[in-house]
Every structure is written in C-alpha cells, then in structure tokens.
C-alpha cells in the first residue's frame, strides 16, 4: 500500500506532519502508531501499511518534529547513537500531546468509522501506555515499552483495554520492570500482559537482531484479537474461506482463487514442502500443480471448525481416488487408482478480508500406505484407519504399541 503524508496542527502552535495509511475499502477504525526511537523511518510506515491491510485507518505521526521534522533513521551502529542521541532531546509529556491532538484529527477524518487505538514500539510502547492514561484513546497495545514501570502512578487514570508484550530476555525492559508492571495491573480485567520466555527487545522489528518471527507471529495475533473486540472491523472468515475452496474445488479458477487473496501470499504444504510464495509463483503453482492435479472426485469433509481473530482452523477428512499424479502431495508417484481418506489439517491466516497463507498438515505415510508404495509391516504407522479412527472414536487405539497388553489390569 502507497500512504499518504497529512498535516496535523500542534497544541500551543505549530504543525506536524503523519503518514496515513487507508484500507482497500476506503474505512475502518483508526489506529494510531507510535514509532520507535528512530523516528517516522521506513519500519514504521511499513507497519502502517499492514495495519491497513487488516482493515484500520493507520496514522503515524511524526513525534520527532519539534526536535527536526522528517527524522527517519534506519538501523546500523551510528544511525542508533543518533537515535539515542536525539532520544535524549524528546520530551515525552508534549509528544503525548501530539497523540492527543492526532487522535482529535482522526476521530474528525471521514475514512475512520468507528474507535480510534494506539499501538507502540520500544519508545512507542511507552507512549501507547500514557496515552491509554492521558487521552480518550479506545485501546493501547504496547510492545516492550521502555520505563513503564517508572510510570505507575498514571494507572489509576487508564479508562480503556490496555495490552503490553515483553520479552523475558530484554534488557531495557527487565523481568523485575515487568513485574511491577504486572503487580500494579493486577485488578484491571481489562488488561492483558504477555511476557515471552528467552525473547530480546525488539522482537517484532524485522531489520533487528533480536528478531524473533514465531514470537512475532504469536504476539501480532493476540494484538489483532484484542483491537477486533475493541474496535472491529469484523470479518466472515468463515464465508471467505469457503468462498476460497469453492474457486479452488469447484470452479477451479486460478484467477477466482487469487482474487481472494492478499497481494503477496502463500500457501506451504508442510509435509511435501509445495506451494508458493508471493503471487506471481503462487498462481503458477495454482494453475498447473494443484489445481488440474487434484482428481475428479477430490471431497472435503468437514470435521471441526475453529475461528479465531486472523484465523480459520479447519479439520477434515481429505478423499480422493489418485488416478491423476498429484504433483503438490504425491509428487512423482504415477496414479495408482487407489482410493484415499486422510484427516488433513488447514489453518489459514487472514489479512482483513483476504486470505494471507494457509499452512496445510496430514500424515504423508498414510497416504503413501494407502496407494499401496509404503509397507506398513514393522513400522509405527497406519493407512485408512487414521481417518476411520477420526470419524469413529470407539475404533481400537494403541494397536501399534507392542507392549501395550502388558499394563491390562495394572494400577492406574
């Protein structure tokens, strides 16, 4: 997404200007991101981007301006001296007035329905906590926010949800800060504190060493669920995700099936490593290794279905008779006419409301047992009694443990 710079008058005089990021449709709740110690720099403006993406007005204001306008720092050894340099010039109780005085602008623009929330990073973080104290801010998440704990007395003032991630390994926010934090929170039920073990400052910064994507993934998901119940917007994801498999299954359009998507997705098969990433291979792969590749009488049952704030998780049964080689599952294997059930796994992140990846998992020896390439004998696995199992709980279990029989009738 291109956003665009607006400007935004300042209490007491002045002006600065923000980076403003609008949704594919045009609307959403606003969002109010606060930078880190390196300014209104490329990072920031790509975390907008992608705030958009998920359906949020996202404003980035320029915090740094009353030391210089327009500072954007990247992140090598001499651009964070200056950081801290120009760290040591903020004042942190006129730049809250600055997100006051952007939240008035943006509860006024025509783009943003709904609430207005902040989120934060490092320096951010903090100002994401004060702002949840010092203005009418819907919600606040902040992201290892540095000096919080200093910051304790401003509690009593917080009037909306407020959620802090840190991690356990940071040495600007120490577990002992964390804990104060914690101890002084403890009676709002309307906080949420996440603290992820062995985790470095600065985890969700993707040009920073202590970069940690499984924990940014996680984090970033939790924050979602918190701004949809604070703010919305609220998806289908269940109807987009079966408008999805309608083109893939049923229409088998490639062009259907990538309209569904974000502009750069991706799809990962986890056992045999197929699919695609970005949209350019991942039509490719679409259009001639999966779609013309799954056979005629490929049927999805569903078993369960769980849907969360970015996700859909779906259990299955996955059947078909292979009498086509199905490059993204059984890749180089001639059809064997064999029939196959298998329980398959999908689970499938959404970016507002178009899908991002799916990650689709099943239990690759059980199909090669089933079309008759992998002998079971001797070995810890089973064919088309897995799904049948998974559809009928009272089937035999523990069939493959040997010593199974010797602990009948033991103490348990």
């Known amino acids: 997404m291109a956003g665009k710079m607006k400007t935004i008058p300042a209490p007491g005089g002045g002006k600065f200007r923000a980076y403003v990021s609008t949704p594919r449709g045009g609307k959403g709740p606003g969002l109010i991101v606060l930078q ?30 009353r030391i210089k306008p327009g500072i954007a720092l990247g992140f090598s050894d ?21 997100v006051a005085a952007t939240l008035k602008v943006m509860r006024g623009m025509k783009s943003v329905s709904g609430g207005v929330g902040a989120v934060g990073f490092c320096l951010g973080g903090r100002l994401a906590y004060l ?8 919600c606040a998440v902040g992201y290892y926010g540095v000096g919080i704990e200093k910051l304790l007395k401003e509690v ?54 202590g970069y940690h994507k499984p924990t940014a993934m996680m984090a970033y998901s939790r924050t979602l669920a918190f701004l949809r119940r604070a703010l919305g917007p609220k998806y289908d994801l269940s109807a987009l995700w079966e408008k999805h498999t309608m083109y893939e299954f049923g229409a088998r359009d490639v062009a259907a099936t990538m309209a569904t998507m974000v502009a750069a997705p991706y799809v990962n098969h986890i056992p045999t490593m197929t ?33 969360g704030a970015d996700r859909v998780v779906d259990e299955m049964l996955f059947c078909f008779t292979h009498d086509v080689e199905i490059d993204w599952m059984l890749p180089g294997l001639r059809p064997t006419g064999k029939y196959v059930e298998i329980p398959l796994v999908a689970i499938v992140n959404f970016r507002g409301d ?38 009928d709980e009272t089937r035999p279990s523990n069939a493959l443990m040997h010593r199974w029989a010797e602990s ?5």
């Open 408 to 412: 009948e009738g033991l103490p348990v």
């Open 78 to 98: 001499a651009e964070l001296a200056k950081a801290f340099e120009d760290l040591g010039q903020f004042d942190v109780d006129k730049a809250i007035k600055d």
């Open 131 to 138: 702002t949840a104290a010092r203005t009418k801010i819907d």
């Open 275 to 307: 699919g695609g990433v970005g949209a350019k291979q991942l039509a490719r792969f679409y259009k001639h290794a999966f779609i013309p590749k799954c056979p005629a009488d490929t049927k999805l049952v569903p078993i369960s279905r769980t849907i």
């Open 156 to 209: 009593k003032n917080i009037k909306c949800p407020l959620l802090l991630h840190f991690g356990a390994a940071d040495k600007y926010v120490p577990v002992s800060a964390v804990e104060k934090i914690r101890a002084a929170l403890r009676r709002r039920d309307d906080v949420e504190i996440y603290v992820y073990p062995d985790r470095d400052h600065a985890f969700m910064n993707r040009a920073w060493p």
């Open 354 to 391: 178009r899908l991002y990846h799916e990650h689709i998992y099943w239990d690759q020896a059980s199909v090669l047992v089933q079309i008759g390439v992998l002998d079971p004998k001797g070995l810890p696995m089973a064919g088309v009694e897995t799904a049948k199992k998974l559809i």
């Open 36 to 65: 880190e110690i390196f300014g209104l720099n490329a990072n920031m403006r790509e975390v907008a981007d992608q705030f958009a993406e998920e359906g949020y007005v996202a404003v980035v204001p320029d915090l740094y301006w």
